[in-house]
């Protein structure tokens, strides 16, 4: 489970995050959107601890980040916006360090059967990750989070730049990881992709979660409606 | 952890033509360069044993003579050619391979090997120590500049971070990722020479311990250049900054510093021309006692000095032949003199050997390059322990032959003739190399200053790894 709170980021008088307050249950799969620069990046990487919080908690399973990195580093799993992998080794042997990094060690044949079921073609299985494509790679990314059987997925929009079949093969990947009870949260630009996949929905700007609604409550143009009436409140905010 | 991300390490070097080709041409620049010292070090072992047995042979076959006839007749002192010197021949080719041993006179080393080759010698040879010294940490650099910097430009650092491995584990895995491929081209090479050696004929006692201490001492100057490598890549920005900086750095430390500290030494501490010494030495000469000449002053007081000892009124009732003992008593006022200039010019090699030490703070080259010298036996320390050996033994071989003359014969005898057999007596110059002990007890400084930059660089690589 996540939870942040009171969680506000600074870099001198800019605030990238003001005083956020939420929770990411098991099973949830929480959609944070915004602009550029609405400080959903800078939620995952707090919940990463790659940026120390400037006042708040962020905690994972209870336990603070900041104070308890490697063993929260243990719980979750991160996919990047482009997850990049060793060009010079195939899928197989990327997902396979990655997963003795965190302590997993698989057979060969297990690997395979965990690439497979993210959906990488198997005969892109041994081939070199210099050869993958995008939607490839964030397979091999969900596929590393399966094997690392996270409880919790911090996702920073994996779903840019991949066609639409590729997003919609991540999705179901996304789905099928929420029936397993893990904790998800993404950050995206995709509204249809975030009605589609989240149980919950969060419109951020300016470092402030502005909106917080259950995904099943909201239809889609309803959601385009509030997104955009928010981007208009920040357009005028900022004029 | 830190396994796996050294294998990782490897296998992605591994499947990188630029590490296969850099590898393959180190590796056959290794074996081409033992090969051609392991033939050149048969030859001038075969031509020194020759020249060795045929300079006894020229010696024992003199006819009846003056021992002091004898004593300007003279022989040669041969260096030994040591087993490691395949590794490192360090200053050999420039020292000198022989001395000639002759009354009244201590000779420099002759027959140096750079004497017999072109202007092109200037560029060095092709040998181990050459690659190992060079090539290796050149190697190191090409394999690790981008340790780091490649982490960032790929993306694949935050991936790593994330996965909740500590930078000093990650920096300790990079370490050992590029360690084992080097230290296995140096056991590589370590084993082809040990090979090599204890299957060359007569190649000198082979002293396992000094082997493997000069594989210890390579393999610390390649970790050091291993903290170097990676704390550059971990504070560089881009790979192109890193291998631009490390080459930088190997210029310093492997070119410049090493030629800078020389030119240093040399101005600080400046031997005599040859000319000046030799003069020097002709003047203190002079000074005192000739043996060929009893008409000097000195030589006057000696034979005053002689005659009122034994309490006789002439030379002619002397119980032995005052012209051997006057020509020994002036080789002992040579030897002194000797002694005494010899002693100077140690003092300066001491003096730039200092300098030498002092810069070795700023370059781990040097006291490797001193080290590897130094245990190959083919530094000046060692060529200075075997001129002095020679020396000894020319005084002892000069005082043998004096005192037969002496001993056996009366004044103004000089028709007399001393046996045959007496050159047979006269021992063969033997002679034995300094210990380990003794390399180590002179070189402690060297191995200090190693052993700091070793731990220094290695504190260096833990604090700015975390940077990362």
């Known amino acids: 489970m996540l939870e942040a709170t009171k969680l506000t980021k600074k870099y001198g008088s800019f605030t990238a995050l003001n005083a956020l307050n939420l929770s990411v249950k098991q099973g949830d799969i929480f959609c944070l959107l915004g602009a550029n620069g609405a400080g959903k990046s800078t939620t995952i990487n707090l919940f990463l601890n790659f940026i120390e919080p400037t006042e708040g908690l962020a905690t994972i399973n209870s336990l603070d980040v900041t104070l308890h990195s490697k063993e929260t580093k243990q719980l979750l799993s991160y996919i990047p916006e482009n997850l990049m992998l060793y060009p010079n080794l195939t899928g197989l042997e990327n997902l396979d360090f990655f997963c003795g990094l965190g302590g997993k060690n698989y057979s060969k044949e297990q690997l395979e059967e965990l690439l497979k079921q993210s959906g990488l073609q198997v005969d892109f299985i041994h081939k070199r990750v210099s050869s993958y494509s995008k939607g490839m790679r964030q397979k091999v990314g969900i596929a590393l989070a399966s094997a690392r059987e996270a409880s919790v997925l911090l996702l920073d929009e994996p779903t840019s730049g991949l066609d639409p079949k590729a997003s919609n093969e991540f999705s179901e990947l996304l789905l099928d990881m929420k029936d397993k009870g893990v904790a998800t949260l993404m950050a995206t630009h995709d509204l249809f992709r975030a009605k589609a996949t989240g149980t919950h929905i969060g419109i951020m700007k300016e470092g402030v979660l502005i909106h917080q609604v259950e995904a099943n409550s909201i239809s889609l143009p309803e959601l385009e409606e509030l997104y955009l009436e928010t981007m208009k409140l920040s357009q005028t905010v900022s004029s | ?468």
């Open chain 2, 1 to 468: 952890m830190i396994r796996r991300i050294a294998f990782k390490e490897m296998k992605e070097n591994l499947y990188e033509g630029r590490f296969r080709v850099t590898i393959i041409i180190v590796s056959v620049l290794l074996i081409m360069a033992t090969w051609l010292s392991l033939n050149y070090f048969k030859s001038v072992q075969q031509q020194h044993a020759d020249a060795k047995a045929n300079a006894r042979n020229i010696w024992e076959s003199q006819d009846e003579k003056n021992p002091h006839s004898a004593a300007h007749y003279g022989t040669y002192a041969f260096k030994p050619k040591y087993p490691l010197s395949l590794i490192d021949p360090g200053v050999d080719k420039f020292s000198g391979i022989s001395i000639f041993l002759e009354a009244h006179k201590r000779n420099e080393a002759q027959y140096m090997a750079a004497a017999d080759q072109t202007g092109l010698a200037r560029f060095g040879d092709l040998t181990p120590d050459f690659i190992m010294l060079f090539i290796i940490p050149l190697l190191i650099i090409l394999i690790g500049y981008n340790a780091f910097t490649r982490e960032q430009e790929l993306g694949t650092l935050k991936l790593l971070k994330g996965q909740g491995i500590s930078s000093w584990k990650l920096a300790l895995g990079k370490w050992v990722g590029i360690f084992l491929p080097v230290l296995i081209l140096t056991t590589g090479l370590f084993v082809i020479a040990f090979i090599l050696l204890v299957n060359v004929e007569d190649f000198g006692e082979l002293n396992y311990g000094v082997l493997l201490l000069m594989f210890v001492v390579y393999v610390i100057y390649y970790a050091v250049f291993i903290n170097i490598t990676l704390m550059v890549s971990a504070v560089s920005k881009q790979s192109g900054i890193s291998l631009v900086s490390l080459l930088v750095i190997w210029i310093v430390v492997c070119l410049a510093m090493p030629k800078a500290s020389s030119n240093l030494a040399d101005s600080i501490y400046p031997y005599p021309s040859r000319q000046a010494f030799a003069a020097d030495i002709d003047k203190d000469k002079k000074a005192g006692l000739d043996g060929h000449n009893p008409w000097s002053q000195a030589a006057k007081d000696f034979e005053r000095e002689t005659l009122e000892k034994y309490g006789v009124d002439s030379l002619s009732q002397l119980p032995f032949n005052f012209d051997g003992y006057r020509m020994q008593k002036g080789e002992e006022h040579e030897a002194q003199v000797y002694f005494k200039h010899y002693a100077e010019l140690k003092n300066t090699f001491r003096n730039q050997s200092k300098v030498y030490q002092a810069a070795a703070i700023a370059s781990p080259f040097l006291p490797t390059r001193f080290l590897s010298m130094a245990l190959a036996r083919t530094d000046y320390r060692a060529h200075w322990d075997f001129s002095d050996a020679a020396e000894s033994y020319r005084l002892s071989l000069v005082d043998t032959l004096n005192m037969n003359l002496a001993v056996n014969s009366t004044y103004g005898d000089w028709a007399y003739k001393a046996d045959r057999s007496l050159w047979k007596n006269v021992p063969d110059f033997e002679y034995d190399p300094p210990s380990l002990g003794d390399i180590i007890g002179r070189n402690w400084s060297n191995i200090l200053v190693l052993g700091l930059w070793f731990l220094v660089s290695f504190v260096g690589l833990k604090i700015l790894t975390q940077r990362v």
